[in-house]
């Protein structure tokens, strides 16, 4: 469960976002341990990426460095080798979690430095292009209830593509956005659903522009 205080601390985060005569009814936060799976499944990919693919850069290091006479590229890639693995640890998944913010107002849903669900399994926790997703009444009536796995379900309200550059070329993504790893989904999702059921399309549509 979310806390008091880093739902207080959510709500400040979003309120200065708000129109003046935008009123907001609801805010929370997704659950670090909600995205375990994704996480472990994409440090289990890179560790299978690395296996195959490490073995092959140190032999080629390693001749080069044995005509050079010298040792230091072995060194300098082993050392980037740990970094990276140190950097995309999984035990740094909750404090990227942790800075995300979900709110709903009488007009719209947002999605505040969120993140999304990669199709791809490339990334286990995709940042979105847009800090601050927006979302009208429109689009959230057409939301998806997606469940990702036991424990866990998804209100999507749309998507980003992303663009992975592989030296075969490029790799297109669609990041699924929305309210992800919610605790309280069923009442969130109630919630929507009694709001934006009759609320006029047109009228929020030119409040957003």
């Given at each position: 469960?979310?806390?008091?205080?880093?739902?207080?601390?959510?709500?400040?985060?979003?309120?200065?976002?708000?129109?003046?005569?935008?009123?907001?009814?609801?805010?929370?936060?997704?659950?670090?341990e909600?995205?375990?799976?994704?996480?472990?499944?994409?440090?289990?990919?890179?560790l299978?990426?690395?296996?195959?693919?490490?073995?092959?850069?140190?032999?080629?290091?390693?001749?080069?460095?044995?005509?050079?006479g010298?040792?230091?590229?072995?060194?300098?890639?082993?050392?980037?080798?740990?970094?990276?693995?140190?950097i995309?640890?999984p035990?740094?998944?909750?404090?990227?979690?942790?800075?995300?913010?979900?709110?709903?107002?009488?007009?719209?849903?947002?999605?505040?430095?969120?993140?999304?669900?990669?199709?791809?399994?490339?990334?286990?926790?995709?940042?979105?292009?847009?800090?601050?997703?927006?979302?009208?009444?429109?689009?959230?009536?057409?939301?998806?209830?997606?469940?990702?796995?036991?424990?866990?379900?998804?209100?999507?309200?749309?998507?980003?593509?992303?663009?992975?550059?592989?030296?075969?070329?490029?790799?297109?993504?669609?990041?699924?956005?929305?309210?992800?790893?919610?605790?309280?989904?069923?009442?969130?999702?109630?919630?929507?659903?009694?709001?934006?059921?009759?609320?006029?399309?047109?009228?929020?549509?030119?409040?957003?522009?």
């Amino acid at each position: 469960m979310i806390d008091r205080h880093r739902l207080e601390a959510a709500k400040r985060i979003i309120e200065p976002r708000l129109s003046p005569d935008e009123k907001l009814i609801w805010v929370g936060r997704p659950d670090p341990e909600k995205f375990f799976t994704e996480v472990a499944r994409a440090c289990l990919l890179q560790l299978a990426l690395a296996a195959l693919l490490v073995p092959v850069f140190l032999f080629v290091i390693f001749r080069f460095s044995v005509v050079e006479g010298t040792v230091i590229p072995i060194i300098l890639f082993a050392g980037g080798v740990i970094g990276f693995f140190l950097i995309s640890a999984p035990w740094r998944y909750p404090e990227r979690v942790s800075q995300t913010v979900y709110a709903v107002t009488d007009r719209r849903a947002l999605v505040h430095e969120g993140v999304g669900w990669s199709l791809l399994w490339l990334d286990a926790l995709p940042n979105l292009y847009n800090p601050l997703c927006s979302f009208d009444a429109r689009q959230i009536r057409a939301r998806r209830r997606i469940e990702r796995y036991q424990g866990r379900v998804d209100l999507l309200f749309g998507g980003e593509g992303h663009n992975y550059f592989t030296g075969k070329g490029q790799i297109r993504d669609w990041v699924q956005v929305g309210f992800l790893g919610l605790t309280d989904v069923d009442e969130v999702d109630a919630l929507l659903e009694k709001h934006f059921a009759n609320v006029d399309v047109e009228t929020a549509s030119q409040f957003l522009r």
